[in-house]
């Protein structure tokens, strides 16, 4: 049985603004043929910020029927992301990180934006279901994924993003020396 404070965490400011955010995600990857790679990592670099802020608000919710719980984004789908989004960038998809042991790990931008459309699709769609009890499952999967999964995928992948769009510029401005004050 669901009770007011539940229903009301369920529709709450914070996750009707994260269902926008995670929707607008969704549907810029949908089209993600049409842009060139340097205009993808410029979407991620503004979109990712915002994506994981809106994670961090999302309420904890007292899930009555875990039946509920779906997921929408089938194999097929996640490999076309992917695919098209590793043919965009080309070598500039793998990228360095470091593991919890402290080693050096090979990552892949494609494969952590196409893991995180997943996770924003099956969101939006389990919450569009309408039940409430399909919208408590919704918000209570995007939080512990934005816990276990999403959420370090995206620091890690935001900071490639931005080496990448910015590399280029700060050898330019470390050989320039235009920082005597910092010496």
Known sequence: MHNDHTEDLVISKPVLEALTVANEYCLFCESIEKYSSKDILSYFQKIAPLIYLKGCTIPEIQVNDDSFNERF??????????KTLREKFGRDDTYYMLDPNNDTMEASL???????????KDFVMLYQ???????????????????????PVIIDALKACHNKLYNHLSDAIDNENDYPWLF
């Open 73 to 82: 984004v089938t194999e097929e789908q996640w490999e076309e992301i992917f």
């Open 110 to 120: 494609a494969d952590n934006m196409a893991d995180i459309y997943q996770d924003m």
């Open 129 to 151: 279901k309408g039940t409430m009890y399909a919208k408590e499952n919704a918000v209570e999967q995007f939080r512990t994924l934005m816990i276990t999964r999403w959420g």
